[in-house]
């Protein structure tokens, strides 16, 4: 079956540190991959995407994200993360599928000051 | 541009009452509209999505309903609400033209039901 997973429920970094979230994919093909942030109370933003092409793709907020193919993975980087960085993060996946995308059930992001 | 309002932000509603949530989309025409929830501490659940006027597709069983009565504009409903009805509601919308478009969100409903 299609499916998404963020293997990390919660995630805590210091201030300044680097950051990784990871997101793990089921599905045959290349599907087209994203990540979002939901700050508390709010909608999702989109962060960036990934349709084809150079696997390394940037985002807003200085976050970029890695597709690699042999790993069914997408993972979201950012160099130094920032206090206002403490949010939720979403990996979503459009397999194609009727129209929907399947979505990473998120991780949350804390910064120790 | 194109932008999505939602409203209300937030709405308490007491058991059994009934509930409307709206959503309209603008700069754009015959967008994918969606309807999500979000439980406490939970993901992104999908309620119901359209492609068309007149066109949803329920994705769960639930005491909710959903409609589209103009392009833009996408409802969701109830006759009379339960206490697991509470959770905060997500509509978003994308191109129905272009593969692989990204989701656009709403800033949500936060609906507490007492």
């Known amino acids: 079956a299609q499916s998404v997973t963020q293997p990390d429920i919660h995630i805590t970094v210091s201030e300044g540190a680097s950051l990784e979230l990871r997101c793990n994919y089921s599905?045959?093909?290349?599907?087209?991959l994203f990540w979002y942030v939901q700050s508390p109370g709010q909608g999702l933003q989109l962060l960036l995407k990934?349709?084809?092409?150079d696997t390394l793709v940037q985002g807003i907020k200085g976050f970029e994200a890695e597709f690699k193919r042999s790993q069914s993975s997408f993972n979201l980087r950012k160099p130094s993360v920032h206090w206002s960085d403490a949010a939720e993060y979403f990996c979503?996946?459009?397999?194609?599928?009727?129209?929907?995308?399947?979505w990473g059930a998120g991780t949350k992001l804390i910064i120790k000051p | 541009s194109q932008t999505i309002h939602q409203w209300p932000a937030t709405l308490v509603q007491p058991v059994g009452s009934p509930l409307s949530l709206e959503c309209t989309v603008e700069?754009?025409?015959?967008?994918?509209l969606y309807w999500y929830r979000q439980a406490a501490g939970r993901g992104l659940q999908l309620l119901f999505y359209?492609?068309?006027?007149?066109?949803i597709s329920s994705e769960v069983p639930q005491n909710l309903s959903a409609s589209r009565p103009q392009d833009r504009q996408f409802i969701l409903s109830s006759k009379k609400l339960l206490l697991s009805d509470s959770g905060f509601y997500l509509c978003?919308?994308?191109?129905?033209?272009?593969?692989?478009?990204?989701?656009?969100f709403g800033n949500g409903t936060r609906l507490t039901v007492t």
């Open positions: 979503a996946v459009d397999m194609d599928s009727n129209y929907q995308l399947i």
């Open positions: 599905y045959g093909a290349t599907p087209y």
């Open positions: 990934y349709f084809s092409g």
């Open positions: 700069g754009t025409s015959n967008p994918n």
């Open positions: 359209s492609v068309g006027i007149g066109q």
């Open positions: 978003a919308w994308r191109p129905s033209d272009r593969d692989g478009s990204p989701l656009h």
